[in-house]
């Protein structure tokens, strides 16, 4: 199938947190699988083109927005087989450090650079000359192409049989924009409707998406449950269980080439399942990276997490001072975002400096070797529509401590010391007592060698690889744009001898 790719953010040229990291897996399981998959990113301002070999191109996309030339050229890369990735280039809207904003907080015409972008998407194409079976947006940042698809483009026989899939990875971010910008978008007024992008007199254009695509995806079954309710649907629970036929739910899955302790070039030693040797050497560098003590009996939690409301950092810092009094434990966080937790956490490390170690930055080496010296993980989220780093941890032989939400709840099953079944620790309520018991719990077993080494190996054994999910999603392609009678007919002569 032909698979017309959007999203804001791809690993390894572009990353804020997750979706990163599913763009860059997904598309590429995707082409392996033998579809021709063409993903669309803007050249953002940190994108190294010698880095990733992009090269330039001679295609560009020109319309007008609101009466102003828009568009962009595009440069190009081509990762693996079937799998082209294209950059646009406008140097008013991408020629930026940030994504999405700067330090002052999200960029003021956000709504003009991601329609830009999406619009000169469905141009790439239609200049390609390659009509998508599918065009697969995520986010709100790529909503706009969804309407663009099913509203401008409709009675354009080039789109006839493009049918749009609208994955949600985080309903906290919806893209709201005030009403007065909708002709920036070049949109119709039509759509500015309850059953279009209008929300309470404002444009939001997560909302836009579920209403105009054919199919709404979300990356955990339990998450695709949890959006349809006041507690986790962000005010478009009532939206979401209106389309909740049309509603499904696909766990991310893991790239087990970039996070696999047993060939992971970032940390300090490798080991597997069969031989944790290295794991103790992975745990001893980072406690002298973080300056503490280097001593295997001390048991290290690490944090790795956008410093955001969702991550439960408020919860962490509730606790921290008891579990200080009575355990010798160490707590190793990376993380940055919102200076609010950012502070939290800085007065947390200058009160505890031999027990709390801290990186405010973005540093994705840093993350393996967390993953990789930590004996635990803490993910103590509110929400957390699929979760990586439970997932990254697992396989790195550190038990994750998770609420049970979202993915969480899909991918982590509380340890019990009597059936020895179990490759985490589990609580249900977002409250500082709840994840105290669970963190004690997990203290307790640490001290039990022989019953840690049995989580860490139950932990070890899950796979999570995209393989599963990128068969999940190719049945959904299908299931929404079947293969006409008249070319499966061909495909089938062609592969008789
Ligand atoms: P979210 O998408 O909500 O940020 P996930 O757990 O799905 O959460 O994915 C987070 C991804 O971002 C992981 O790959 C994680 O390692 C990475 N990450 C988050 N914060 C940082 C940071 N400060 N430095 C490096 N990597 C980070």
């Not at 190009?76 to 646009?88: I, M």
Request: hydrophobic share 40%; glycine share 8%.
């Amino acid at each position: 199938m032909k698979i017309l790719y959007l999203s804001p953010e791809m690993h390894p040229y572009a990353k804020v947190g997750g979706l990163a990291d599913v763009a860059g897996s997904l598309p590429a399981a995707l082409a392996d699988r033998g579809h021709e998959v063409v993903v669309v990113l803007p050249k953002y301002g940190g994108i190294d083109v010698d880095e990733f070999g992009i090269q330039p191109t001679d295609l560009s996309a020109r319309f007008h927005l609101d009466g102003r030339p828009a568009g962009g050229r595009f440069w190009k890369a081509a990762p693996r087989p079937n799998l082209d990735v294209y950059f646009l280039e406008h140097h008013d809207y991408y020629a930026r450090e940030g994504l999405y904003g700067g330090p002052g907080g999200d960029y003021p015409d956000n709504l003009q650079r991601f329609a830009n972008w999406c619009r000169a998407a469905l141009e790439l194409a239609r200049a390609l000359d390659w009509p998508p079976d599918v065009l697969h947006a995520n986010d709100w940042q790529s909503a706009p192409a969804v309407i663009y698809l099913k509203t401008l483009c409709a009675a354009d026989p080039f789109f006839a049989r493009t049918k749009a899939l609208f994955t949600i990875h985080n309903m906290a971010y919806q893209g709201y924009f005030p009403k007065s910008l909708l002709p920036a978008t070049g949109l119709p007024w039509d759509v500015f409707t309850m059953d279009g992008v209008e929300f309470y007199g404002d444009i939001n254009l997560m909302k836009g998406g579920i209403m105009y695509a054919d199919w709404i995806s979300t990356v955990s079954r339990t998450y695709a449950r949890e959006i349809q309710t006041p507690e986790f649907g962000c005010g478009l629970e009532g939206v979401l269980e209106f389309k909740k036929k049309r509603l499904s739910g696909i766990l991310n899955g893991v790239d087990y080439s970039e996070w696999n302790p047993e060939s992971d070039p970032h940390i300090a030693a490798q080991y597997s399942a069969r031989d944790l040797a290295g794991k103790a050497r992975c745990k001893a560098a980072l406690q002298e990276e973080f300056d503490l003590e280097a001593r295997a009996n001390i048991p290290v939690l690490g944090m790795v997490a956008r410093l955001v409301e969702q991550k439960g950092i408020d919860l962490v810092a509730a606790i921290l001072p008891d579990l200080l009094s009575e355990h010798r434990i160490q707590l190793v966080v990376l993380g940055n975002g919102e200076r609010h937790y950012q502070e939290i956490l800085e007065r947390l490390a200058a009160e505890y400096p031999h027990a709390l170690g801290l990186r405010v930055g973005f540093d994705p080496p840093l993350a393996h070797r967390i993953e990789a010296g930590a004996d635990m993980f803490l993910m103590p989220s509110r929400h957390e529509p699929c979760g990586l780093n439970q997932m990254y941890s697992l396989r790195y032989g550190t038990p994750p401590i998770v609420r049970k939400t979202g993915g969480l709840a899909d991918t982590i099953v509380n340890y019990s010391p009597r059936t020895g079944k179990g490759n985490g620790f589990v609580f249900s309520k977002p409250e500082a007592a709840e994840l105290g018991k669970a963190v004690r719990a997990a203290l307790k077993l640490f001290a039990e060698r022989k019953a840690w080494t049995a989580v860490m190996k139950n932990a070890m054994a899950a796979d999570f690889s995209w393989d599963k999910s990128a068969v999940e999603y190719e049945k959904l392609y299908r299931q929404l744009a079947p293969e006409p009678a008249i070319k499966k007919a061909t495909a089938r002569k062609r592969k008789r001898p």
